[in-house]
């Protein structure tokens, strides 16, 4: 039935495409393809596909090819790409996410091409290549577009990803010998007056396609009057990875996480059927996709989510400086800070960025909705004086805004460059934070790394979603009673590939083990992490590992969604050149 209204609904001849039915059991095969093998889709496949999508088939050319005489791959074979010009406007713009995300294939996070066309090599001989991009993207505009590439990669056994934006940090929108879903450029926006579908939300909503992202809804809510959770880099997607991870931002401490706000998904499923996931409808795909991990449960090829009032928004910034003989003092107060001030500010509707590297100690309280700028001074003040207290200048700034978009657009802190560096996290449990008898070894495990590199906090209090327990939905339990997610990193080098390696190391093995030591059993925000996490299963899902995996057996039983540490990703192993096998 399913099957038949699919026909129905689409608008390309799907009787072409081989969907063998879940329920009938095949032989399947140990590993994915790669090019080179014998049956990997010959150039009339390809051209098949391409015909079937519309034409809208793209096959890879890193980004870097234009600093390379040469690039190479199976779907091209060798093309000289070497241009002077277009290597120096790359150079100049490589920092910017609008130059990576308008591409089919290329990752924000650079340590996941595998180094295989440096942007930045200075000499044009060394070699281009495919590395972990994607060999072929499908630039998909409608549902059928996803599910002529599901069947694609069904039929010829060959790896699928799904990707977005590119911006994800653990390199799951890439994958090497892989066929891409590119879903960018849905980007429908609509407004829903009041939602009248299942629960018990009966607000405005809007509806956003995949490829919408978070500047582009806050635009289409402030058009209306409104106000969605989205993150705090503009052109993060909203309904790829970051809602479907979890999805913490400016307005978390007011009205949850993203993943609280989702009334409804549409989704191409690994079977191929486009279908609705709400509270009556596929209700346990439904729970999966709202936090459970992006790129493993299905294609989304929109989601529904809440809408809010707009209100005035105010931010206010505090800087300390460390000035070499300071440091001691700054501890101290960022101490104070976690301890005994933090918590009152999130529970007041605000959310908290705080930032210690070599430089200093800064705090960013950005976009606190429905706030007066002389409330926020009145919740910072005690901070402000603490810290003079301890003879630390505290430069303290604040303003006011009569909307979230324009607070958003116009305060410091709003431009972004690709955050390239090499990450790892970890949630921080309100219940030790706030413990003076703990506190002082989380601070100890903080200071050693920021005095080498930059960490940071975002502080939020996420009770206010509207979830009657943090069971209702998948994201991980741990960000209901967490007082903030620590984020840290060693910058990507494009001179040293093998200073990168080493940098995933010391973050794996030192910076987030010391934070591990004092912090046992909070876990860590899967999208902002280290793709090396031992026991990722436990840190990034928590108690509800057991229900996603069930979710997952029974939506993708054959697994042909595959991400690094998403669920379902552990019966799978990526052997040394790229070739995904079944463990
Ligand atoms: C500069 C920067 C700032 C950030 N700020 C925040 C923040 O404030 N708060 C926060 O919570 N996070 C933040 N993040 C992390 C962010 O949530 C993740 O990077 C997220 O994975 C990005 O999702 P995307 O869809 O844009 O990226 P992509 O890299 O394209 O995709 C990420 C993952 O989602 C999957 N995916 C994408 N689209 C779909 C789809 N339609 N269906 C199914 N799966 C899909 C991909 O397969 C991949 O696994 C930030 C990241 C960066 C780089
Ligand atoms: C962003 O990158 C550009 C170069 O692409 C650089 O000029 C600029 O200083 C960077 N901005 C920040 C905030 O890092
Ligand atoms: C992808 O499709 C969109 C919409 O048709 C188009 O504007 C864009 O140029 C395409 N991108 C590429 C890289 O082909
Ligand atoms: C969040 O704030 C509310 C008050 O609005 C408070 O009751 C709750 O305890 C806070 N959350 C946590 C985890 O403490
Ligand atoms: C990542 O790198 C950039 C530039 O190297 C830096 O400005 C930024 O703060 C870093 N972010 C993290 C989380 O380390
Ligand atoms: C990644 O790089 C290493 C070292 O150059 C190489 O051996 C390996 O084959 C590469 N992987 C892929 C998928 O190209």
Not at 99 to 106: A, K
Not at 136 to 157: C, D, K, L, S
Request: aromatic share 8%; net charge negative.
């Amino acid at each position: 039935m399913k099957y038949l209204l699919l026909l129905l609904s689409s608008t390309l001849s799907l009787s072409v495409l081989a969907r063998p039915s879940s329920t009938q059991p095949r032989d399947l095969p140990t590993c994915r393809l790669i090019p080179g093998d014998a049956s990997w889709p010959s150039a009339a496949d390809w051209a098949s596909l391409n015909q079937q999508v519309e034409g809208r088939l793209i096959a890879s050319t890193p980004l870097g090819a234009v600093c390379h005489n040469t690039f190479v791959s199976s779907a091209l074979g060798k093309v000289n790409t070497y241009d002077a010009a277009k290597c120096s406007d790359l150079r100049n713009t490589w920092f910017l996410p609008e130059t990576h995300y308008v591409h089919p294939s290329s990752p924000m996070q650079y340590t996941s091409t595998n180094n295989s066309c440096n942007p930045f090599d200075s000499d044009p001989s060394a070699p281009c290549s495919i590395g972990n991009h994607a060999v072929y993207a499908i630039n998909a505009t409608a549902p059928a577009h996803v599910q002529a590439g599901i069947a694609f990669a069904r039929q010829h056994n060959i790896r699928l990803v799904i990707r977005n934006t590119g911006h994800d940090y653990l390199g799951r929108s890439t994958g090497p010998h892989s066929l891409a879903i590119w879903t960018h450029n849905l980007k429908s926006t609509e407004l829903i007056s009041s939602w009248g579908g299942p629960g018990d939300y009966k607000g405005p909503a809007m509806k956003l396609g995949a490829g919408v992202m978070g500047i582009d809804a806050y635009r289409a809510a402030h058009t209306e009057g409104l106000v969605v959770v989205g993150g705090n880099c503009p052109t993060v997607g909203l309904s790829g990875g970051y809602t479907q991870g979890g999805g913490l931002g400016p307005l978390t401490s007011v009205h949850g996480l993203a993943a609280d706000q989702v009334l409804e998904w549409t989704v191409v499923t690994a079977d191929g059927a486009l279908v609705t996931a709400n509270a009556n409808s596929n209700p346990d795909l439904f729970w999966a996709l709202r936090g459970g991990g992006g790129g493993t449960f299905g294609v989304v090829t929109s989601m529904t989510v809440k809408a809010f009032p707009d209100s005035r928004t105010s931010s206010a910034f505090v800087n300390v400086v460390d000035t070499g003989s300071n440091t001691d003092a700054i501890y101290k107060g960022f101490e104070t800070f976690i301890s005994t001030q933090l918590a009152a500010l999130v529970d007041q509707g605000v959310y908290v960025l705080w930032v210690l590297n070599p430089a200093g100690f800064f705090i960013q309280a950005r976009f606190a909705l429905g706030m007066k700028q002389s409330e926020l001074d009145a919740l910072m003040q005690p901070t402000v004086r603490s810290l003079q207290s301890l003879n630390l200048a505290a430069d303290y700034v604040s303003m006011e805004n009569p909307d979230f978009l324009t607070a958003f657009e116009t305060t410091p802190g709003a431009q972004w460059n690709v955050s390239d560096n090499n990450t790892g996290g970890r949630l921080a449990p309100r219940s030790l934070v706030t413990d003076p008898a703990k506190v002082g070894a989380l601070v100890s495990a903080i200071r050693s790394v920021g005095q080498q590199t930059l960490i940071t906090g975002v502080a939020f209090n996420a009770t206010r979603g509207g979830v009657s327990s943090p069971d209702e939905v998948a994201a991980h339990p741990r960000f209901r009673d967490s007082l903030f997610n620590i984020f840290l990193g060693l910058p990507t080098r494009y001179d040293d590939w093998q200073a990168n390696l080493d940098a995933m190391d010391t973050i794996t093995n030192k910076f987030l083990a010391d934070l591990e030591a004092v912090t046992p059993g909070a876990g860590a925000y899967l999208n902002e992490a280290d793709v090396q996490q031992p026991d990722w299963q436990t840190e990034f899902y928590g108690s509800h590992w057991d229900r996603l995996s069930k979710v997952k057996a029974q939506y993708d039983p054959e697994g042909l969604f595959y991400a690094r540490t998403a669920v379902g990703s552990e019966q799978w192993t990526e052997q040394a050149d790229g070739r995904l096998c079944k463990l």
